[in-house]
């Protein structure tokens, strides 16, 4: 394997790490108290061509791939973003890029694709449900047929960023579970307005990831047209897959740019830092030790992710790398933040001194999207080859 960087993707980390340095610590932390979506830097990740660096050229993007997509998040999250800059990513060129690039109509290609890159319709994803959670197959929100399109009743939560959104991957099932034949069948995406009749949504307050709203999104009897099908009726599962695979990517990418961060934090205040004598207090092992580790396990998941990444690019299984990743770079980013505020004493637990928001933002990611939990039953299914346990 070749780990150096040619000059496109050296090109496109250089001009994330100068987009990401105009929006700094201070720009993050004031957000974070005002509960605000980073709408400046959004649009200005996507005037600097890097929303669409994996998306096709013929529509606005640069053609490249979900590695320097990694690679982008995680300049991006380090320079001041932390964790929460992935879900940016997620919702956009994830939620909305992956599912239309690889399953759209051309028609859809042609009119939504352009309008993502430029930055001018934010997106959404409504998968999860109140009485499901990780079990996606018990879904019940259902759109049943009416004329040439659906009418999609049901609820979801937790789903992020719907006020900034204009239009939202919606998952449900078109035909009942009893009558699809199995539990993977029976399941179809679509891509609709989020401001539509029947479409009701209400704000979860939270610990963290001020920055990216959460929503109860509430759908009574919301129409959609036959040109919002994404994919295969009835057979969107498989399809929804490679949506949540790569979510887990950008999801540990920006986990990657966080814990990076977090470790330089810590290091330049123990540098400075000096108590009981004259020596910084970096010097001692005590304080040496946990961050040399997380900065171990942080670039750990970093090549992980990059296998990944690049296996789905080349059109290889990706899967299980990508899960790997995601369950190692959650872990790594909270002992970074954790360990950070530590080395920091009472001032760690500051605003002033930036990790706080971190650790918060950062602790969502141990379980979500996907429970690291689910991640291990995954691992010991699928690649140790052992009896399901849930």
Known sequence: ??????????????TARRVGSEF???Y??????????PAELWQAICDAGLCGVALPEEHGGSGLGMLEMALVIEALSESGGGSTLGQMFMCNPIFGGVSISKYGTEEQKRDWLPKLVSGEWGFCMALTEPDAGSNTLEMKTFASADGDGWRVNGQKIWITAVPESKKMLVVARTTKLEDAGGRTKGISLFMIDTDRAGLAHTPIDKLGTNTMSSSQVFFDNVRVEPNELIGTLDGGFRELL????????????GLVGAGRLAIRLGVDY???RKVFGKVPVSSYQGVQFPLAQAHAEIECAA???YRAASN??????FGSDANRAKLIAAQAAASATERSMQVMGGMGYSKEMHVERLWRDAR???????AEEMVLNYIAMHDLGMPRSY
């Open 242 to 253: 490679d949506v949540l695979n790569t979510e887990r990517i950008v999801t540990t990418a």
């Open 270 to 272: 123990a540098n400075q």
């Open 303 to 305: 090549l992980m992710n």
């Open 364 to 370: 969502l990611f141990r379980f979500a999207p996907v």
């Open 24 to 26: 700094g610590l201070d």
């Open 1 to 14: 394997m070749d780990f150096a960087l040619n000059d496109v993707q050296q090109m496109m980390l250089d």
């Open 28 to 37: 993050w932390r004031k957000l974070d108290a005002e509960k605000r979506f």
């Open 312 to 317: 789905f690019d080349n059109g290889l299984p």
